[in-house]
C-alpha cells in the first residue's frame, strides 16, 4: 500500500517537505553501490579510474551515474513507477538521481550538462503504458538544473520486443537502427536519462548516434544499474 499524499513512500512517516519523498532516515539507509568504475557503473577496484573492461573496450559514453543497484527498496519503486502507473513517484526518484550526480561531480569534476535528453519509447508503447517514465524524470532534472530539454529530441523509429525478455545478443540485434536523432548536438555535453540500466545496450545505442552527431559527451544518468 502506498502511504498517503505527504508521507515518506517508504516508511509513511510524515515529511516537511512532501516532495522530498523520502525521510532522511529512508534516504541514509538506501544500499549504496560499491565501488564502480565511473565508466561502465560495474563494479571495479576504483571509482575515479575506468576498469580494464573499459580500458579494452570503452562503451560509447563517458560517465556512468546511478543510485543503487536493481534491488530493494529501489527495484521496487522502480516497478511500481514504470508498471503500475505510480507518476507521482517521479519527482522522488528524479531528485535521488541529482542527488547522486552531484555527488559524482564534486568527486569526478563532471561537466555540467547542456542539453538533457530521455531514452524515448515507440509511439505506441507510450501510448499503452500512458507516459515515458525517463521523459518524466528528465522533466524535473531539466528544471532543477535549468538544461535545455526536448522531449522530441529523440524518436523510437520502430517498435521492438521488449527488451528484458531478451538475452544479451538478442538485445543488441533489436536496438539496431531503432533510433533516430531530430536535433543538432554538435559540440554540446549531454546527460542521457533512463531509468534502469541493464545490460546497458539501449543507451549505448543511442549514446553511439550522439557521438556520430558530434556530442561533446555522454553522461548516463540512471535511478538503477544492474551489477
Known sequence: MLPMQGGCWLCQIPLALPVQGLCSYC???LPPLPLCCPRCGLPAGDALVACGRCLQRPPP???????????????LLSARYKFSGRTA???????????SWLAARRQRGLPRPDLILAVPLHHQRAWRRGFNQADLLARSLARWLSCTYDPQ??????????????????????LR?????????QDRHIALIDDVVTTGNT???????????????VQ???????L
Open 153 to 174: 529530441a529523440l524518436t523510437r523509429r520502430r517498435a521492438a520486443l521488449i527488451q528484458h525478455r531478451l538475452g544479451a545478443q538478442a538485445r543488441k540485434r533489436n
Open 203 to 217: 543507451v549505448a545505442e543511442v549514446s553511439r548516434l550522439l557521438m556520430r552527431a558530434g556530442a561533446a559527451s
Open 89 to 99: 513517484l517521479s519527482v522522488m526518484l528524479a531528485r535521488l538521481i541529482l542527488l
Open 177 to 185: 537502427g531503432a533510433f533516430q536523432l531530430e536535433i543538432t548536438v
Open 61 to 75: 559514453w563517458q560517465q556512468l551515474i546511478a543510485v543503487s543497484d536493481y534491488c530493494s527498496p529501489l527495484s
Open 220 to 226: 548516463i544518468w540512471c535511478l538503477c544499474r544492474t
Open 27 to 29: 534516504l541514509r539507509a
